[in-house]
């Protein structure tokens, strides 16, 4: 029967006196003829099981159960939260990996999986099993609502200590695909992309970039930012820099904060230097008391920022970490926006003014100093 509708069960007996209808083994109420239906079936009906017991004056009987099944040809919809993008994931570490899986019966199997490429992204292979994927939670014999929930919905990836590509350098993603009670599947799910590295104790120096913003933001060409990556890995291949490039645009979370300030900035409301900061020391709270920054909506909270990164890189993979370097401007990476509390035509909020001011008030540096906002700093 489909969802929504209501279904019928009827039963002949001979002699038969009285009728009490069950679902599930327990007693409906006022279903006492020889027919039953059901109000409009819902989600929780599906798999149900109804039967009747009979009386007469002699004896009384049981029937056999009949089960509801809802009809449903429309998969579960799958999202993978985490990895969620950018992630450098240390072998011999291990990492939750999570996904919401909705279906409008219910979700009752899902598989996640492991895949590698070598090439970018263009072409993907699956990894060889290992550190708990693949991984399969299956409850279709006995799939009682709610079927699959948030406990059911993720696994810890053990990473294996060495490459499961076989070599370094590789994007690794986690696909997931889930199946409801009709045995419907869900498309294929992706999580985002991440890397797995080896731990190097002689990296000193860690060169941020974005390319994303260096094209969107300054113009750059696509062959002027090939020859800057390439200038870039050869600045960090250098015995006196010893460095690692990473480019920040890859990290989904922080691409997220980088709208919200885009946005900000693009409406001139006063937020859009909380969201610079933010994307430097993120939407995250010292403890759980604390509340989180005003401006940070659910979806932002917890989201980690530059800072976070650069000292889990030091505690994580580069244990004598020194030198941060930022490629760009301030629309690339932002600087830290602090409060100028002094007064007086000295003030650097002034810079901005003028007939003809070297920093103007519509680009991100000169909104920053006219709302004296300034005395910028890594603050790494």
């Not at 693949?134 to 294996?160: H, I, K, M, N, R």
């Not at 974005?210 to 002027?224: C, K, P, V, W, Y």
Request: glycine share 10%; proline share 5%; charged share 15%.
């Amino acid at each position: 029967v489909a969802l929504g509708q209501p279904a019928v069960f009827q039963v002949q007996a001979e002699g038969a006196r009285r009728y009490q209808w069950q679902k599930n083994g327990a007693g409906i109420a006022g279903a006492t003829q020889s027919s039953y239906t059901t109000p409009p079936v819902s989600a929780s009906d599906a798999g149900s099981t109804f039967r009747v017991l009979v009386s007469g004056n002699c004896a009384s009987s049981t029937s056999t159960s009949a089960t509801l099944f809802v009809t449903d040809n429309v998969g579960p919809t799958v999202s993978v939260q985490s990895p969620a993008g950018g992630d450098r994931y240390a072998v011999g570490s291990s990492h939750l990996v999570f996904w919401t899986a909705t279906d409008n019966v219910r979700v009752c199997k899902a598989t996640a999986f492991l895949e590698y490429s070598n090439n970018g992204g263009g072409t993907w292979l699956s990894a060889p099993s290992g550190g708990g994927l693949p991984f399969t939670v299956d409850q279709t014999g006995s799939c009682l609502p709610p079927g699959l929930g948030p406990a059911e919905s993720q696994l810890t990836y053990s990473v294996p200590a060495t490459f499961p590509s076989g070599q370094p350098g590789s994007l690794y993603r986690v696909r997931v695909q889930a199946w409801d009670l009709n045995d419907n599947p869900s498309d294929l799910a992706a999580s985002g992309n991440f890397y797995i590295v080896k731990p190097d104790p002689e990296a000193q120096t860690l060169i941020l970039w974005n390319r994303s913003r260096m094209q969107s933001q300054l113009g750059s060409t696509s062959a002027e930012l090939d020859e800057l990556a390439l200038q870039l890995a050869s600045l960090a291949g250098h015995e006196r820099v010893r460095g690692v490039v990473e480019d920040v645009g890859q990290i989904a979370p922080l691409t997220a904060l980088y709208a919200k300030w885009d946005a900000a900035h693009a409406g001139d409301t006063a937020d859009q230097h909380n969201w610079a900061n933010t994307i430097l020391f993120g939407c995250d709270r010292a403890s759980v008391s604390d509340s989180y920054p005003s401006w940070c909506t659910a979806s932002e909270q917890g989201i980690e920022g530059l800072q976070d990164l650069v000292t889990a890189r030091k505690r994580t993979l580069y244990a004598n970490l020194k030198y941060v370097i930022l490629v760009g401007d301030d629309r690339v990476i932002p600087f830290a926006r602090l409060l100028d509390e002094t007064s007086g035509n000295a003030s650097e909020h002034r810079y901005s003014e003028g007939a003809t001011p070297d920093i103007t008030s519509s680009t991100t540096v000169g909104r920053a100093i006219s709302a004296r906002r300034h005395g910028f700093c890594g603050c790494w």
